[in-house]
């Protein structure tokens, strides 16, 4: 999605949305079209090439980063995105994808937005994105506590700026919580 008002040339910014297992990339297209307009960014949101993501159902790289990347590329050469402003998000299984590929690739994702992750784990350190994990605290794929412990902790002593942002809600993205993520990435939540 590109807002109407982004003129070519014009710096804008980039959120790489991924989806949650069994989900698709329009979902969060409907959910960050508004901000998009309001805040100034572009929202991609690939669907993974089978149900989940490669890493997340394999364990390993497949088909997936590779389709990400050209992806990616294809936005990078149609608008003028700003370096400083791309931003990697996810959602569940996406979220989880999104911390593995955000962290590998740190030097390109300044801030990562990551919705009820369930785990963390990456092959390789590249850059220090800071993070920002959303979560429920009654959801009940992926409980509160889990994410403290898998991932919260593990990020914080590889050396990660995170921020722990829990809400009173369940396994999803309520539009108050992507607008406090976006506002974060930005610089000003």
Do not use: C
């Not at 159902?57 to 700003?82: K, M, N, W």
């Not at 931003?87 to 979220?95: I, K, M, P, R």
């Amino acid at each position: 999605y590109v807002p109407a008002h982004y003129q070519p040339g014009t710096p804008i910014g980039l959120l790489v949305m991924l989806h949650g297992g069994g989900s698709a990339g329009q979902q969060y297209i409907g959910l960050f079209q508004s901000l998009a307009g309001a805040h100034d960014f572009i929202v991609l949101a690939p669907d993974s090439k089978q149900l989940t993501w490669d890493m997340i159902s394999t364990t390993r790289v497949g088909v997936d980063i590779p389709r990400l990347g050209a992806a990616i590329e294809y936005v990078l050469q149609r608008a003028t995105v700003d370096p400083a402003r791309i931003w990697l998000g996810g959602h569940s299984d996406g979220a989880s994808y999104a911390l593995t590929v955000g962290t590998a690739n740190g030097d390109r994702f300044r801030k990562l937005l990551i919705f009820a992750a369930g785990i963390y784990w990456t092959p390789q350190k590249n850059g220090r994105p800071d993070v920002r994990v959303a979560h429920g605290q009654f959801d009940p794929v992926f409980p509160f506590s889990q994410v403290t412990s898998e991932v919260v902790r593990p990020l914080e002593r590889a050396g990660y700026a995170v921020t722990l942002a829990p809400f009173p809600g369940g396994h999803e993205v309520p539009s108050d919580v992507a607008e406090a993520a976006i506002l974060w990435a930005k610089g000003g939540g």
